[in-house]
Structures are given as structure tokens and as C-alpha cells.
């Protein structure tokens, strides 16, 4: 319990330390009007970003694509050292 807080009451909600969201970049495998297409390279430009698929001359907003999303966390995880000076 916070100091403060009366006895009964629940804390308030807080985000947690873990969020998804898809990564477009190189390489990676998308579901586009359903067909597994390849991302070649990704524009930003004046604030919307643009997906270009390998073989496509016109890019995609990611609106439209399909990506499992990829798991981050803000939570701090120091790396072991694999290296010693």
C-alpha cells in the first residue's frame, strides 16, 4: 500500500513494463492482400512512413500489411559482458 492511500483502495493503473508492435525493416516477411511479399526498404517522409516491397514500384502504408508483432520492454536489462578489458 502507498503512504497516503486509504486502507480498501486499489492503486492506480499503470502501464506495464512490456509493449508490441510490428518492426518493418529489411528482410522481413509481410502478409500483403494475401500474399507473403518481402519489405526492400522503408521511407519516412513528412511524418507518414512507407513501405516498399521487393518487386513493387509503388509503396504501402503499413496500415495495410500484416506483421506479427515484435515484443519490447522498458524495463533495463543489463547485458552480461562476454568480453574482459
Same mark, same amino acid.
Given at each position: *500500500?502507498?503512504?497516503?492511500?486509504?486502507?480498501?483502495?486499489?492503486? %492506480?493503473?499503470?502501464?506495464?513494463?512490456?509493449?508490441? +508492435?510490428?518492426?518493418?525493416?529489411?528482410? =522481413? @516477411?509481410? *502478409?500483403?492482400?494475401?500474399?507473403?511479399?518481402?519489405?526492400?526498404?522503408? =521511407?519516412? @517522409?513528412? @511524418?507518414? +512512413? +512507407? =513501405?516498399? $516491397?521487393?518487386?513493387?514500384?509503388? %509503396?504501402?502504408?503499413?496500415?495495410? $500489411?500484416? $506483421?506479427?508483432?515484435? +515484443?519490447?520492454?522498458?524495463?533495463?536489462?543489463?547485458? =552480461? $559482458?562476454?568480453?574482459?578489458?
Amino acid at each position: *500500500m502507498n503512504p497516503g492511500q486509504a486502507e480498501g483502495q486499489q492503486a %492506480p493503473y499503470t502501464r506495464g513494463h512490456t509493449f508490441q +508492435m510490428p518492426v518493418f525493416k529489411p528482410g =522481413v @516477411r509481410v *502478409m500483403h492482400a494475401g500474399r507473403s511479399e518481402t519489405v526492400s526498404h522503408v =521511407v519516412l @517522409r513528412r @511524418r507518414e +512512413m +512507407m =513501405v516498399h $516491397l521487393v518487386g513493387r514500384d509503388e %509503396p504501402v502504408k503499413p496500415e495495410r $500489411l500484416t $506483421l506479427t508483432p515484435t +515484443m519490447f520492454t522498458t524495463e533495463r536489462r543489463p547485458e =552480461v $559482458l562476454s568480453w574482459f578489458l
